[in-house]
C-alpha cells in the first residue's frame, strides 16, 4: 500500500503566495520523479512541476520564475513553492510520483488533490 498525502492548498489573494506539500507513505522502494499537475474546471490535467530523483526539475512555461519545486528524498516528500499567483493558476492539485514497491514493480501513483483558488 502506498499514499500521497497533500497539504497546502486554499484560498489567496492574486499575487498572493502558498506551498504546496505531498508525503508519500508505505511499503516504498524508490520514488523516481515527483511532481505537481493541476486540472483546472473543464480543462485537461496538465504538467505544473517535476523533479527527478537526481534533482533535475522541469516546469510548464506558464509558472517559470514563480513556481519552485523541491523535494526531500530521506522524507519522500515534494515541495511547490508558489510565488506571484494569477487568477489562472485556480485549479485542483494533483501530486504525482512514479514509485517502485517489492509488489507492483515501479508505478505512477496519485493524490487526492487540493484546490488552489486565486481570488480577490
Known amino acids: 500500500q502506498v499514499q500521497l498525502v497533500e497539504s497546502g492548498g486554499g484560498l489567496v489573494q492574486p499575487g498572493g503566495s502558498l506551498r504546496l506539500s505531498c508525503a508519500a507513505s508505505?511499503?516504498?522502494?524508490?520514488?523516481?520523479?515527483m511532481g505537481w499537475y493541476r486540472q483546472a474546471s473543464g480543462k485537461q490535467r496538465e504538467l505544473v512541476a517535476r523533479?527527478?530523483?537526481?534533482?533535475?526539475?522541469d516546469y510548464a512555461d506558464s509558472v517559470k520564475g514563480r513556481f519552485t519545486i523541491s523535494r526531500d528524498n530521506a522524507k519522500n516528500t515534494v515541495l511547490l513553492q508558489m510565488n506571484s499567483l494569477k487568477p489562472e493558476d485556480t485549479a485542483v492539485y494533483y501530486c504525482?510520483?512514479?514509485?517502485?514497491?517489492?509488489?507492483?514493480?515501479?508505478?505512477?501513483?496519485w493524490g487526492q488533490g487540493t484546490q488552489v483558488t486565486v481570488s480577490s
Open positions: 523533479i527527478v530523483s537526481g534533482g533535475r526539475t
Open positions: 504525482n510520483a512514479v514509485i517502485t514497491t517489492w509488489t507492483w514493480g515501479s508505478r505512477d501513483c
Open positions: 508505505g511499503s516504498i522502494v524508490s520514488i523516481d520523479a
